[in-house]
């Protein structure tokens, strides 16, 4: 790849992206981790290693190939995460996604859903690790980028650490060279992808037993990680840490990430004004006809734990799915939170658990939650990635 010109450090957004860092990324999510998602995301942290929803290969090569490839180049660096098992389609789609501007490419073996294991990829994948280095070396091939591998610690009664070393032994023969492990293994009968996220236990010290035994790969921990204070000391060790949930939930927790993880001096962006980033961006796509819910719908956490958030997100969960909603809408909203200096930053200390009584999730309009939408999307919009309706929106 080459090297992209630092830019500015004043510049609001980096008008040329920094170069592919992987120490911090914020992980793929179906549904979640959107283009708005990431435009906002970036509002907060200019370094972060974004990745794009999983996108089915079917889907860029047979389906409407910018309505799940394109993105703001502020987006940059961004990683576009694919789904799928064929190599001669990886490998195409490893090209296409070399042509239109992407950072990485990531091959999803970690997704637990029924419907994503009936195409024979995501994490059922672990059991066929010949099959993902063919396609990883058919990527490799095709394509001058990265190419990595997201995946889990074991699937069902393959859990072994024998067999997470065969999985890692193949796949790193055929090229791959990074691997991000969710610390957890994935069971694909009985338990829902959401299950899959929670029930299995975590196992960090696992993700660390796989660097001491293969110190030359690059080794990523995702799983549970909820802060950047969360984060630093495994960095010691391992290349990176992926957040997931947390950075969607409650995303302000990246806005010190340039600073804490990548050493960077400029101040952090307050709250407010990561909103008052976005709204330019958001009078842009109203223009193009996007609603205004699908895009305010990514940024009803940021302010999770402070006074008024309660109010911020009501009005926004009111309003803006109404005909006709405008950028109005967005800054009233914004009104209901008073600004204050305790927000600059995220001193220890004034993370959201910490923050003042009454204003926690609970109190949250019914069905307005973050945590309330995806629930089922990830297996259901999955293989049948070609359709209009269920496909990811990247
Ligand atoms: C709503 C949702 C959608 C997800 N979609 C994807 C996906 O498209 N690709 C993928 O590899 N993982 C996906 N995941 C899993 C996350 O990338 C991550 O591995 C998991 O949430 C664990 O990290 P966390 O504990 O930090 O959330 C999804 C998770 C959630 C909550």
Redesign the pocket.
């Known amino acids: 790849m080459t090297a992209a010109p630092t830019p500015a450090p004043d510049a609001p957004f980096p008008l040329a992206p920094f170069p592919l860092d992987r120490r911090l990324s914020v992980?793929?999510?179906?549904?979640?981790t959107d283009r708005h998602y990431r435009v906002f995301a970036r509002g907060l942290t200019r370094r972060t290693l974004l990745y794009t929803?999983?996108v089915v290969t079917g889907a860029i090569l047979f389906g409407q190939r910018p309505r799940f490839l394109d993105y703001d180049a502020r987006e940059n660096p961004l990683a576009l995460?694919l789904g799928g098992s064929d190599p001669a389609q990886l490998a195409e789609c490893a090209r296409i996604a070399e042509d239109w501007g992407y950072a990485e490419v990531n091959l999803?073996v970690?997704?637990p859903s029924d419907r994503v294991s009936s195409g024979r990829f995501g994490a059922c994948l672990m059991a066929e690790p010949e099959l993902v280095g063919d396609g990883v070396k058919a990527m490799q091939d095709a394509c001058g980028l990265p190419v990595t591998v997201?995946h889990r610690l074991g699937i069902d009664d393959l859990d072994s650490y024998d067999h997470l070393r065969r999985f890692l032994d193949t796949v790193s023969a055929a090229g791959c060279q990074v691997f991000t492990i969710?610390a957890r293994k994935a069971w694909l009968k009985g338990l829902s992808p959401k299950e899959n996220?929670e029930i299995p236990p975590l196992r960090h010290d696992v993700v660390h037993q796989v660097k001491r035994d293969y110190p030359h790969l690059d080794i990523v921990l995702?799983?549970?990680?909820k802060t950047l204070a969360e984060c630093l000391p495994h960095l010691t060790d391992l290349q990176g840490c992926?957040?997931?949930?947390?950075a969607y939930e409650t995303p302000y927790v990246l806005a010190e990430a340039d600073q804490r993880i990548y050493g960077d001096s400029h101040a952090p962006v307050s709250r407010h004004d990561a909103v008052r980033l976005f709204v330019p961006y958001v009078e842009a796509q109203l223009a193009k006809g996007v609603p205004l819910h699908s895009m305010t719908r990514h940024i009803l956490g940021i302010f999770q734990g402070l006074p008024g958030a309660r109010a911020w997100r009501r009005h926004l969960s009111e309003n803006a799915p109404k005909k006709g909603a405008d950028v109005g809408v967005l800054l009233a909203a914004l009104a209901h939170v008073p600004e204050g200096t305790y927000e600059k930053g995220v001193p220890e200390g004034t993370e959201p658990k910490d923050m003042p009584e009454g204003t926690e999730p609970k109190d949250m309009p019914e069905g307005t939650e973050p945590k309330d939408m995806?629930e089922g999307?990830?297996e259901k919009d999955v293989p049948e990635g070609t359709e209009e309706k269920g496909a990811p929106q990247a």
Do not use: F, S, V
Request: with cysteine.
């Open positions: 992980a793929p999510m179906l549904d979640w929803e999983m995460q999803n970690g997704c997201k969710h996220r995702n799983g549970g990680l992926m957040i997931g949930r947390a995806p999307t990830y």
